[in-house]
């Protein structure tokens, strides 16, 4: 089945910093989906992508949907104590219905 | 927009009982979605329906796993004969076709 892969695992960064994550596949996908999940809740959606080559932003969040259709990044710059979290990619491929999801990024912030 | 609710929040069972969970959708969305979560891992998807039709199952979901939504709105998992291997978040998630899907809070089972 489709895999995506999720990098890095976790990332211990400075408040003020900017992050970077970014997820790779050897399937196709045409929707790629950037989600954040605090303990205890449910993933939330942060940025939805549907488009080769298209770059969306959502405040500080920036995403890419990779023109290969196989890999997605998301940006966060000037990273605040409340982007604490674990961010997951997920993708969909074509004709499919259901969301394929990376293994999670999770981020510390030290104040 | 109330979100989509699950119910309950927390559960606890002894192994080899069954247990039932609940899952109201966003109304206006025909699509329902369960998945699967285990600590530090992303969501593993199980089934999903459009309205009460349950168009697609994973081959995570065994005998032991049903899933239904008699009347196109909320659903129902539930897990018999229990094991330790079962216990996991188990989130619901509904969506318009084709569109992002929005997840409730989950249920947590714990099978001791």
């Known amino acids: 089945g489709q895999q995506l892969n999720q990098s890095p695992q976790s990332m211990f960064i400075q408040e003020g910093e900017d992050v970077s994550m970014n997820c790779t596949s050897s399937?196709?996908?045409?929707?790629w989906l950037w989600y954040k999940q605090d303990p205890g809740e449910g993933p939330v959606l942060l940025i939805a992508?549907?488009?080769?080559?298209e770059l969306t932003s959502n405040g500080r969040l920036t995403a890419q949907f990779g023109i290969t259709r196989k890999d997605s990044f998301l940006n966060i710059s000037a990273s605040i104590p409340s982007d604490v979290g674990i961010y997951f990619c997920?993708?969909?491929?074509?004709?499919?219905?259901?969301?394929?999801f990376g293994q999670g990024t999770r981020l510390t912030i030290n104040p | 927009d109330t979100g989509v609710s699950q119910d309950p929040r927390h559960k606890i069972t002894k192994r080899g009982q069954n247990v039932t969970f609940r899952c109201d959708p966003i109304?206006?969305?025909?699509?329902l979605y369960w998945y699967r979560q285990t600590l530090g891992q992303g969501p593993e998807f199980l089934t999903y329906?459009?309205?009460?039709?349950?168009?697609?199952k994973s081959r995570l979901l065994s005998d032991r796993f049903s899933a239904e939504r008699p009347k196109g709105s909320f659903s129902t998992l539930e897990i018999q004969r229990t094991e330790q291997g079962d216990s996991a978040m188990y989130l619901c998630?509904?969506?318009?076709?084709?569109?992002?899907?929005?997840f409730g809070n989950g249920t947590r089972l714990t099978v001791t």
């Open positions: 998630a509904s969506s318009f076709p084709n569109s992002p899907l929005h």
């Open positions: 399937s196709i996908f045409n929707t």
């Open positions: 992508l549907y488009k080769a080559g």
């Open positions: 997920a993708g969909r491929i074509q004709g499919a219905q259901k969301l394929v």
């Open positions: 109304s206006e969305h025909n699509r």
């Open positions: 329906f459009q309205n009460e039709a349950q168009l697609e």
